[in-house]
């Protein structure tokens, strides 16, 4: 299973073009619930006037050459690792998922658009990588949900509690589960099996949740983060430091404050 690419198989009864048609609309869907919750939301145009109003305090002209710098450091350390996270399980179960994502949607790319006729042969590398990545979503949305949820976690919600909130990553766990599940049936090659065809309309269905869901769910955030973070550093770089105040001339002296204890108080 882990070797075979789940679309070559698929062209049997679905021709590559269907696939490459339904890839294209989930782009477009992503690209139209972003713009809509960018214009519902007034974030980015918030956003661009506190850079603008914060540019007025710098302190320092950035060339370009540093401008590069903070951006490549931003996008490497802030954005690859997840910074913000801090350190522990949040930012590891994080990692799993986020970068078993890429790897699955890179991979999902590169199998229907360069191999996913029957008469193709995918170089193995491929469906490793489309089989690894789904693991690594499973594992650190599953580790997310079923742990690490602040309403459950910290504040006592049963588990099994679904809220909207909850639409981005249970989608994310969905789609690798069911697209694992129904490759791995695939490749079973049991041709008058109807099992794989089931977990292909639920893979089919967990991607339309989740691309056609942006508007609604947290999908966005893997592209607003990422611009805040660089726009931190930079204020950072340029002295304006986000409209704040400057930095008191005294060592840092907070107490424990929240460290003191981990947060469950109910
Ligand atoms: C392919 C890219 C990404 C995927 C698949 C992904 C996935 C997720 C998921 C499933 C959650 C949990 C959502 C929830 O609260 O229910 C989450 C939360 C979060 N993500 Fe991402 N993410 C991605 C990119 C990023 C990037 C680039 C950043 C930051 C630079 C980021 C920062 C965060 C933060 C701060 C949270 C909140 C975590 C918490 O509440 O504990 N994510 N992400």
Redesign the pocket.
Known sequence: MLTINPFSVLSEIIPPLVMQVFLITMIALVILGTLIDIIHKKNVKYFFENAKKAKKNATKELSAGERVSVIAKTVVY??GT????GAGK?RVA?LL??????LF?IASVVMIFCYSSSSSITPSVWPIIWHAGAIM?VL??SW??FF???DVYSEAQPWYRIIK??L??LA??TTSLFGLIWSFLQSLNLSDRWDDKVFLVLYVVSNLVLFGGVYWS?FA??FY??G??IQKNLAEADGSRDNLPPEADAPEKFGLGIKREAPKHY
Do not use: C, N, Q
């Open positions: 802030d954005i997840t910074s913000e996270l949040r994080h998922g986020m970068y078993g994502t890429i949607w979503t650190g949305g997310f949900w690490l949820r602040v909130a909850d981005f990553v994310l766990i947290k955030h893997m983060k990422p805040a973070a």
